[in-house]
């Protein structure tokens, strides 16, 4: 069996090399005459999955893509041809959990919140936004939650129209798939129109994708002196980003906000788990079996430790400050898809286990282990 992993999927070879030759191949330079003798071919989300790209793989039988977006893949052409795919649901929620938390202690650093006295609104309660939500309210913050979708299927859902949170929100955080049809099209969800109607100085986070934000229109509106605090980890046209934003950015990276060391493990993990079903294998190996040690494994806290310390433990494990510098930094020079191949090391909150007397349960409910 032939199987072609992007050259960034962290311990493909690992856990694939058992089912046969395992190929890398460069994300966004793949070419449908490197297929023909493809069986598996596995994916991130910069490389497009489309009728030209497959037109030569007749022997493909599984496609898989070690993120939780899907829209770079046409999943109905792949049906119509009988190949079964898999994305990796949930894989890297945790990792973007953890950069919108990290953001927010900055905002509310530099702005001089306290995130308690902010209502903060998330679109799109799924994998992210419920986890988001739910370590938001644990720190004592206010949510509103929109997601007309669960809405339907849920009657107890609390659902918000999107128009309440653009009125009333201090923060807007989204976390909605990337989607140009239907009723609840997210295509440019923010947009010249949008941007009128939210709260003056209301704080915009993407770390879903880039085309949600109408990004000209956030640079219109910059330019015209209107002032909010921006943070970006997806944008418009990646790689090729519009950067006279920048200036204007609170935090600006370059589509890591899944990209902790265990997120793209655990997307490696699940496609292996899919094929193993697929092809009724057993499944041998685990991330666990992969993954290095974290460099701070555990930490001491005694009984006066409360909520105002979550901050610092909290950036014992990620400081999203660190990876807008690098985006600052290298930029111009070293372009976008650079930063994202040398992205350093990061690690996830339950990389870290903490020991005390009396470790409150609301530590643990907010990712740390005991
Ligand atoms: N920046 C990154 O590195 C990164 C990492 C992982 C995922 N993502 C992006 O984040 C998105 C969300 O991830 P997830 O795992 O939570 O997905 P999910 O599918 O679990 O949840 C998405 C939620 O959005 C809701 N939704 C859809 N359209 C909506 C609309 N118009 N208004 C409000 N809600 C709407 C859906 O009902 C669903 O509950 C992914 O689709 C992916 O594009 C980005
Ligand atoms: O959808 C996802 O899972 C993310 O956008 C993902 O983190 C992007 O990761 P990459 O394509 O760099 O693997």
Sequence with gaps: MIIYADDYMPYARQ???????????????????????????LVRSITKVTPDLLAQARK????????????????AYLAERGIAFSSAPGCNARAVVEYILSSLFCLAE?????????????????NIGQPLAEVLQLLGCKVLLCDPIRAQSEPDFPHQPLEVLLSMADVLSFHVPHTRQG????????????????????????????????????????????????????????PAILLPLLPYLDIATAHIAGHSIEGKARGTEYLYQQLCKQLQAPVLYSLNDFCPFPPISSVQITENFGLPDVQSLFRLVYDVRRDDALFRHHIHQQGFDWLRKHYPARRECNSIAVHGTQVPDWLCQIGFRQ
């Design 15 to 41: 856990f694939f090399a058992g089912f046969g030759e395992v190929r890398p191949f460069a994300g966004r330079q793949l070419q449908p005459e490197q297929l023909t003798d493809a069986d598996v071919l």
């Design 60 to 75: 493909l039988r599984f496609v898989g893509t070690a993120t939780i977006g899907t829209d770079h893949v046409d999943q």
């Design 183 to 238: 009723l609840y099209s997210t295509h440019h969800l923010v947009n010249a129109t949008t941007l009128q109607q939210l709260k003056p100085g209301c704080a915009l986070l993407n770390a879903c994708r880039g085309p949600v934000f109408d990004n000209q229109a956030l640079l219109a509106e910059a330019r015209n002196g209107r002032q909010r605090p921006l943070v970006l980890d997806v944008w418009e046209q990646e």
């Design 110 to 126: 530099r702005y001089q919140w306290s995130l308690t006295d902010q209502l903060i609104g998330i679109v799109g309660v799924g």
